[in-house]
């Protein structure tokens, strides 16, 4: 996308590139931002959910009597009270919204309880007992593709497989025979726990009109109108959804949380609204987690360094119903290759049922899993042939014009090398050798490399496409409404620093909508590092609309005036050629209520070549990024700590240098708990990392000072140039640091988290084994 | 229980159990929802209060605690319609995302920064440690609390 036509006026408004405070940051800095979790007006109830507790069961029997005798209770709700269909899913409708016959996961909810307060709620929980019969469970992906294990979904003819995936480019086979060095490795990552700050909460109503209103801390407002509706047994037009800014949500907010159970909880509650708000421990328990993974990996190059083949069998824990798995999976092995050219390839991909928690969404889809493996494998073959590590990157990164892995062309911007480039003359590379050499007594240090891509957008197969709306208000404000839910990330911000830039306007000028399915359009989710993307250009197409718009008005008002004349400044129009200014809000009550309110639509561009390498297709459209990182590693007790972090990203142009920041230094420390502390331990299916003292997220003593440098290569099908920057940052930690403490300690850790214990084992064995990996 | 104590400067009376969280006494009853509540458990932070200008999780304290003490929230450190330094530093240094440790996040800091005006870079690392952020990385907040305790207008407030 070009820039605006009228770009070489004077602007006195928001600017591209230049750093804007948030729009968001007064009103939660002064605590009265209100969230879905804010909520309490009026004579509500609260909503609970009696949760199994058990693994895998058949369900025979739900005692509930206890609890509805109790003063206070209003409702306790089962299955048999759900009005429509008792199954949700995206993609595969197969998740009871109630347990009926079969428990899959301990955190499978099972019964609904609605009271006047918490208290009562706890207590009436408590009361509800269950009769099952347990059923052996299936804890493990190898367990899971057994013939012999039990099914988990009787009627998923692919047994416990929820999606597999193959892709073969050239020929491996053949391929491997004729490299120089071949390495392989086993990799194995965890679950990983989203935790957000703001707990999975919502507020629900019934409108005056009948409608179900419901506030939810939800990144999909508008898909989960059509996962509610059925369950009511309605029409998806008497659902309205509502997100106010979220508390955090990662992916793990992206579907349905609390929002079936709350309209549920509606239908009894007598006319009061309903409020829901899991509790840490439920959180854990409940929703969704990064999927584990087991990758199994080789890679074959030549003398020269060049990749020549790769062969990978990817194994992702779907856990009990996984809404999105298959798709978490697919993405996963369309980046098995990571950003590099490798002409002969063959990636076997599976993601399977088992009886663990939901597996779902999670910052980077399935690609930081991958990433993890193929850049250690990597590193692993750059030690073989004797090169340096960025070197073998540089060698084999994809270029504009380029093959990848699964044979797509790379026809837009692509900043790999780029990215190597600016790391490559940056002070922590050249610095690296001298710092290693200071390390104290007993610690050694060491210095790693990561190279990342990650693809923009939904793939082929789901139109990833934005619906803009903006309007002049009557008091002659800009009202941006966003259809894109802001979870944290700034994306409602940047809208009104987007629109603002096209019409001249300053933040005081701006207003917000947050998204709200009865008040803006259908723009998709909050997720797929598209929020900016994709809602933007159908922003910047409304902006000029509404600018012609207003500059029509100011026309009229103008005598002889003619279009070119008229310059934007905040909350008015200057007549440049006889100085008259016409206030916005002037403008306004001249114009049509229709005139005033204008929209945008963009899809985002797919790939037109190798449609069918991949389920759903492939992506057109990737971010790169590459990461280095100090650690020093205690020989004492394996403790690994980062001492400094260097983040290369390419995400096309940069409209906001704070927000963009934010992102990268968030997906970072997301990063490094991945890499060295958050395990998501489930044994038997019974999580034990019930709290965030158990699971640890790091803290603001964990993480180093942290250097974000873009490289600003301007996309040309993206607003002002920009791609997504979301998630690029989140795949790199944990192989960059497996590296570095590979290169610290001579040995290498095939398993995160690399918890002290685990380098420190990893070190022991070393000295027994008297081998180096 | 009857429970008297100063709520951001005011008298305030209420009548609750005396074992009621205070994070409930705040959110719930006097619909103070800015203090957040993240875990309900101590390891979060998002519900730091000041009492008695100290800091304070409202989730690990119950009502009966609050009998004559004067407690302070995010609502009631601004001035005169103006930000405390350390909101403005907030703002202007990017350090709130999705905003919701943000609150507990500046009380922790008022708090650091009333026992230890100056603090190096580590020791604001530490005074905020028990207050989890899952989107910044901390490195913004470092910064607006470094910036903050630089800024000479500090007007004596908590």
Not at chain 1, 129 to 136: S, V
Not at chain 1, 248 to 271: E, P, W
Not at chain 1, 705 to 732: N, Q
Request: hydrophobic content about 40%; some cysteine.
């Amino acid at each position: 996308m070009k820039e605006p036509e009228n770009g070489e006026i004077e602007r006195a408004g928001y600017d591209i590139g230049k750093t804007a405070h948030r729009a968001d940051a007064y009103a939660k800095v002064t605590g009265r931002e209100k969230y879905a979790a804010d909520y309490y007006d009026g004579e509500f109830l609260w909503a609970g959910v009696k949760r199994a507790g058990v693994p895998h069961a058949a369900l025979t029997g739900i005692h509930a009597e206890d609890a509805r005798a109790l003063p206070g209770v209003i409702a306790v709700l089962t299955h048999h009270d759900i009005p429509g269909e008792n199954r949700i899913g995206i993609i595969r409708k197969n998740q009871p919204v109630l347990a009926d016959t079969r428990i899959r996961h301990s955190g499978e909810a099972v019964a609904l309880v609605l009271a006047e307060n918490r208290e009562t709620l706890k207590d009436a929980l408590n009361r509800i007992t269950l009769d099952y019969e347990a059923l052996p469970g299936v804890f493990s992906v190898e367990e899971a593709l057994k013939e012999t294990s039990p099914r988990i979904h009787e009627d998923n003819p692919e047994g416990n497989v929820v999606k597999a995936v193959a892709v073969e480019t050239g020929d491996s086979a053949k391929a491997f025979n004729e490299c120089d060095a071949v390495v392989e490795g086993v990799f194995e990552v965890p679950a990983q726990e989203h935790a957000y700050l703001e707990t999975e909460s919502g507020w629900a109503y019934q409108g005056e009109d009948g409608t179900y209103v419901i506030v939810a801390s939800t990144q999909t407002p508008f898909r989960d109108c059509f996962e509610i509706a059925p369950v009511l047994g309605i029409d998806p037009a008497g659902i309205r959804v509502i997100a106010p800014y979220l508390g955090g949500a990662f992916g793990g907010k992206d579907g349905i949380t609390v929002q079936c159970l709350l309209a549920l909880a509606v239908l009894h509650s007598r006319g009061r609204p309903v409020k829901m708000w899991w509790d840490r421990e439920e959180s854990f328990l409940a929703g969704v987690k990064r999927l584990s993974a087991k990758m199994h990996y080789r890679l074959g190059a030549k003398n020269d360094g060049e990749f020549h083949a790769l062969e990978c069998r990817l194994y992702y824990d779907g856990g009990a119903y996984s809404p999105l798995g298959g798709e978490i999976m697919t993405l996963g092995a369309e980046h098995a290759g990571c950003a590099y050219r490798i002409p002969n390839v063959s990636i076997k991909g599976w993601c399977v049922y088992t009886n663990n928690p939901v597996g779902g969404p999670f910052r980077g889809f399935g690609v930081p899993q991958v990433t993890a493996a193929m850049e250690q494998m990597v590193d692993m073959a750059a030690q073989r042939l004797g090169i340096d590590p960025l070197a073998i990157r540089l060698k084999n990164a994809v270029r504009k014009g380029d093959r990848n892995c699964l044979g797509v062309t790379l026809t837009n911007s692509t900043g790999a090398v780029e990215c190597l480039e600016k790391m490559s003359s940056h002070p922590l590379w050249k610095g690296r050798a001298a710092w290693k050499e200071e390390a104290g007594p007993f610690k050694v240090r060491g210095v790693g490399v990561a190279c990342m891509a990650h693809a923009m957008g939904y793939p082929p197969m789901v139109a990833d496409e934005a619906r803009a709306k903006i309007e002049l208000t009557v008091e002659g404000k800009i009202r941006v409404y966003a259809g894109v839910v802001d979870m944290g990330q700034g994306n409602a911000s940047t809208y009104a620093q987007i629109a603002g830039y096209v019409l001249g306007q300053d933040a005081s000028a701006m207003e917000l909508v947050l998204p709200d399915t009865a008040r803006t359009l259908p723009s998709g989710s909050s997720s797929a590092s598209r929020t900016t993307y994709t809602y933007g250009n159908a922003l910047i197409e409304a902006a000029r609309s509404l600018e012609k718009a207003i500059i029509k008005a100011a026309c009229e008002r103008v005598p002889g005036s003619v279009a070119e004349g008229f310059l934007f400044l905040p909350g008015k129009v200057r007549h440049t050629p006889t100085g008259r200014e016409l206030l916005l809000e002037e403008l306004a009550a001249f114009m049509d209520d229709s005139a005033r309110v204008t929209t945008g639509y963009f899809k985002m561009p797919v790939v037109r070549e190798k449609l069918d390498a991949i389920y759903m297709g492939p992506h057109l459209i990737f971010s790169y990024g590459a990461h280095l990182v100090y650690v020093e590693v205690d020989e004492l007790t394996g403790q690994v700590d980062v001492a400094r972090y260097l983040a290369v990203t390419d995400a096309g142009r940069v409209i906001n240098p704070q927000v963009f920041a934010q992102q990268i230094e968030g997906a970072v420390a997301q990063g490094m708990g991945y890499a060295l502390t958050e395990d998501f331990k489930v044994r038997k299916g019974r999580i034990v990392t019930r709290d965030l003292s158990t699971y640890i997220i790091p803290t603001s003593m964990d993480i180093p000072a942290i250097d974000s440098v873009p490289v600003e290569i301007d996309e040309e099908t993206g607003p002002f140039g920009l791609k997504g920057a979301g998630e690029i940052g989140m795949s790199g930690p944990l192989p960059a640091i497996a590296n570095a403490v590979s290169d610290a300690c001579g040995t290498r850790v095939f398993r995160a988290p690399m918890t002290g214990e685990a380098v420190y084992g990893a070190l022991i064995r070393k000295k027994e084994e008297g081998t180096v990996l | 229980m009857k429970i008297g104590f100063t709520l951001n400067g005011k008298n305030t009376f209420i009548d609750v159990d005396a074992a009621r969280r205070v994070i409930d006494v705040l959110r719930e009853d006097l619909e103070m929802t800015g203090t957040k509540e993240g875990c309900g458990t101590g390891e979060c932070g998002a519900c730091t209060i000041l009492v008695n200008s100290e800091s304070r999780l409202a989730c690990l304290m119950v009502a009966a605690q609050l009998e004559g003490a004067e407690v302070t929230t995010i609502e009631g450190i601004e001035r005169d319609g103006r930000l405390h330094p350390l909101q403005k530093a907030f703002v202007e240094h990017g350090a709130i995302q999705c905003g919701f440790c943000t609150p507990g996040m500046v009380m922790a800091s008022i708090d650091l920064l009333s026992r230890n005006p100056e603090p190096t870079q580590a020791e604001i690392r530490e005074g905020i440690s028990g207050n989890l952020c899952r989107c910044t990385g901390y490195q913004k907040i470092v910064e607006a609390v470094a910036a903050a305790a630089a800024a000479k207008e500090k007007d004596g407030l908590p």
